[in-house]
């Protein structure tokens, strides 16, 4: 458990790994340009050949095969009693001993956070439910994570591992973080699901954490949890190495779902993620290299998957991006984007490639979204879609929105560039492309190949887009030009 006490030796722990990661300057533009080429050239021949390459540097943790049942450190699966210490237990006995799986059979077990340790597989056996406590108090004291892309110190997520290597969560069983319009979700301040005028909401600790950030206040004063509504993540691997999170079920979080955090080397598949309350986005990394999330399913109440990379000046303070990320066989239902790029976004990301997915749901709003901004900057490169089928979707199936909260009014400068999506099929929509670029930071080099957009209502929208190259591209069953209309 990373405490205020503990930060600074945090930090200096975590300074070899920042020191092996690539250097960065900033560019007269005031993004972050990299002080060497990305491992993938942006005129590679067939980029999809590299797949391969970055999936041998996936490699899931394995565990000694040594195991222990949670029952036997004091648990009692009744939903009743505090099954914290049990948990602590049980991890703490695991790990000394070389490390193994610690099994959570049966159940309910209520418990506040936990707080995974290296060599350790959390286990949640099928039939199995891990409930999670709605006292905010079980998540003190604080630790470092992120909100929305902002370090600081706040309430610990539901599940955490601070600096570990070779953890998982495993499994056929249910994490249930029991937020719903009576817990936690209230506190984002919507009247919709919960909130009254006069109750407590997020929004000023936000605020004063935008602040922060903005004048470069040290992480280790950034200090909320008890009293400022900021809703922990429901599971934080944070500057950790070799990541496993597979099979299980997660719902009702208090906000995103799964949300690595400066990770290398982290598998996410076969979950389902059923949680539809504000901000519960469903698979978030944020500065991380060399990710696999394949086979999950997603129903949330915003962003199916996200990638980020820091908000504002902390991803410029931190200037790690998110890159050779692989989304594969996945299903998107209800939610915001299908994969989205941002809006924490401002370390960049690049190397990004989805296959074989499915996008339907009246209640999706996009199959493929890119969000910035002149606040947020950073460079977005290289990202290879290929063979989705979209049934429908709310808005458009590919949107990039440069004009996203604080739009233009900004110093630094949003690039997109390089986009590749081929072999797409959309039955429904309101538009097929929403490329909404800014005149100083124009969207480039995006491709359409063999894509068909059928039942699209109203057309594109195209804004300040250079390179918008198609070919075997139908829109309501007639050859879409570059000069489609906009609007």
Request: glycine fraction near 10%; hydrophobic fraction near 35%.
């Amino acid at each position: 458990m990373i405490n205020r006490r503990e930060f600074t030796r945090a930090l200096l722990g975590f300074g070899p790994a920042l020191a092996a990661l690539p250097t960065f300057n900033r560019g007269g533009t005031g993004i972050l340009t990299g002080g060497a080429p990305p491992p993938l050239a942006i005129l590679a021949d067939d980029p999809w050949l590299h797949i391969s390459e970055i999936e041998s540097r996936i490699k899931p943790p394995l565990f000694h095969p040594r195991d222990f049942e949670l029952t036997k450190f004091g648990a009692v699966g009744d939903g009743v009693m505090d099954c914290t210490a049990s948990f602590q237990r049980a991890i703490q006995a695991c790990a000394e001993s070389g490390g193994g799986r610690v099994i959570v059979s049966g159940g309910p077990f209520l418990t506040g956070a936990i707080h995974l340790k290296s060599n350790v597989n959390l286990h949640v056996a099928a039939g199995a439910t891990i409930k999670f406590s709605t006292d905010p108090a079980r998540y003190l004291p604080a630790v470092l994570t992120r909100f929305e892309g902002m370090e600081l110190m706040n309430y610990s997520p539901l599940i955490y591992a601070y600096g570990q290597e070779n953890i998982a969560i495993t499994g056929e069983g249910i994490l249930d973080g029991q937020a719903d319009c009576t817990h936690w979700w209230p506190w984002k301040g919507r009247s919709n699901c919960g909130w009254e005028k006069g109750g407590p909401d997020q929004n000023k600790a936000r605020s004063e954490l935008v602040e922060m950030v903005a004048r470069g206040t040290p992480v280790e004063s950034r200090v909320f949890g008890q009293g400022s509504y900021l809703r922990p993540q429901f599971i934080e691997p944070y500057r950790s190495r070799n990541v496993l999170i597979e099979g299980v079920t997660l719902k009702g979080s208090p906000m995103w779902n799964v949300h690595p955090v400066l990770c290398t080397n982290v598998t996410v598949r076969n979950l389902k993620i059923f949680s539809n309350g504000p901000n519960t986005d469903g698979c978030d990394p944020e500065s991380c290299k060399d990710v696999l999330i394949q086979d999950c399913n997603f129903s949330t109440g915003d962003d199916c998957i996200a990638i980020k990379s820091g908000r504002n000046n902390d991803g410029r303070r931190v200037p790690v991006p998110s890159e050779n990320i692989i989304v594969r066989g996945c299903r998107m239902e209800q939610g915001h984007g299908g994969v989205t790029i941002g809006s924490e976004i401002s370390a960049g990301v690049r190397n990004v490639f989805a296959e074989q997915c499915t996008m339907d749901s009246p209640s999706l709003n996009q199959a493929f979204r890119f969000k910035n901004n002149a606040v947020r900057g950073g460079l977005l490169e290289n990202f290879y879609y290929r063979n989705i089928e979209v049934g429908q979707v709310a808005e458009a199936v590919i949107a990039v929105d440069f004009n996203y909260e604080e739009g233009e009014n900004g110093p630094f400068t949003p690039i997109l560039r390089n986009v590749v999506i081929s072999g797409l099929k959309s039955h429904k929509s309101k538009y097929a492309l929403d490329l909404q670029g800014l005149s100083k930071a124009p969207i480039a080099n995006v491709t359409l190949r063999d894509c068909i957009f059928d039942n699209v209502g109203n057309g594109n929208i195209l804004k300040n887009v250079t390179g918008l190259d198609m070919r075997d591209v139908q829109l309501n069953g007639k050859a879409m030009m570059p000069e489609a209309p906009s609007r």
